[in-house]
């Protein structure tokens, strides 16, 4: 399963990345395989995307609590900042299931206006 | 209300220009009486020796035009009115330019400022919209709101 998580506001900066993609230990074979076919210097910077946009865990993400989890390990400093989240545009208040292809977003406190 | 959801969103500041225009057209709808107008404008706050010169904003789309959406039906259930437009920036809007457009008409005063009032209101705690304060010195903070 893959799923897709945006971040927005200064979560940002936390991540270092506005989009982060998610994948079950059975990605990294896949992976490994459309690399090795490549040369060594898109190797370099297909791993550098790999590092910067991709989390592969073994652990299998079935709701928003564990994603959470998961999160705040990758990202601590996650911590310190309120955010809601949202489910497939649907911002929630409960652990919610998630579906492959699920868009999940992190959403800090709004200061538009 | 069979309404398509529009988009809010212009790239940069709200001009002079562009608000005038609006104000213009509703020149032909003759059974207005009353308009109501709030402009946003980006504040050049001091915060600890350093100038805000500037705020960048971003959104999340999707969810901010639904949102605009059910803000829009709620208000036009509540008061009598005869149009309501809303504009908001993204990107960088520099101190002293308008951010933030809402513009309320109806038949008689009372509805129209209460209307835009409560809109300016819903926008400000329920549009998922993030503004960045740059200061002079190229530093920043995240904007919070009151």
Redesign the interface.
């Known amino acids: 399963m893959a799923i897709t998580v945006l971040f927005f506001g200064q979560l940002v900066e936390i991540t270092g990345s506005g989009e982060l993609l998610i994948c079950e230990t059975a990605g990294i074979e896949d992976l490994t395989d459309t690399n090795e076919k490549q040369e060594t210097n898109v190797l370099t910077s297909a791993k550098q995307k790999t590092v910067t946009n991709q989390i592969i865990d073994t652990r299998q993400i079935s709701g928003t609590k564990e994603l959470k989890e998961l999160l705040l390990s990758r990202f601590p400093r996650l911590a310190d900042i309120v955010f809601n989240i949202a489910v497939d545009t649907v911002i929630i208040e409960e652990d919610t299931r998630l579906k492959p292809g699920s868009i999940i977003a992190l959403l800090p406190p709004f200061s538009g206006g | 209300m069979s309404e398509q959801m529009k988009n809010i969103f212009i790239k940069g500041k709200i001009t002079a220009d562009f608000i005038a225009d609006s104000i213009s057209k509703h020149q032909s709808k003759t059974n207005i009486g009353a308009h109501s107008i709030f402009l ?1 404008q980006v504040r050049a706050d001091v915060i600890g020796g350093n100038k805000v010169v500037a705020i960048d ?4 789309e ?2 901010a035009l ?1 949102k605009m959406h059910e803000i829009r039906e709620l208000i036009f259930a509540k008061y009598s009115l005869t149009c309501m437009h809303v504009y ?1 920036s993204l990107g960088t809007v520099k101190a002293g330019e308008v ?2 457009f809402v513009f309320t008409s109806s038949k008689h005063r009372k509805a129209a400022t209460e209307a835009c009032s409560e809109t ?1 209101e819903l ?10 304060e740059i200061f002079d010195d190229e530093t920043h903070q ?4 009151n």
Do not use: D, R
């Open positions: 946003g904003y971003t959104t999340y999707e969810i639904s908001h951010c933030l300016v926008i400000k705690g329920g549009l998922p919209v993030w503004g960045k995240w904007k919070i709101n």
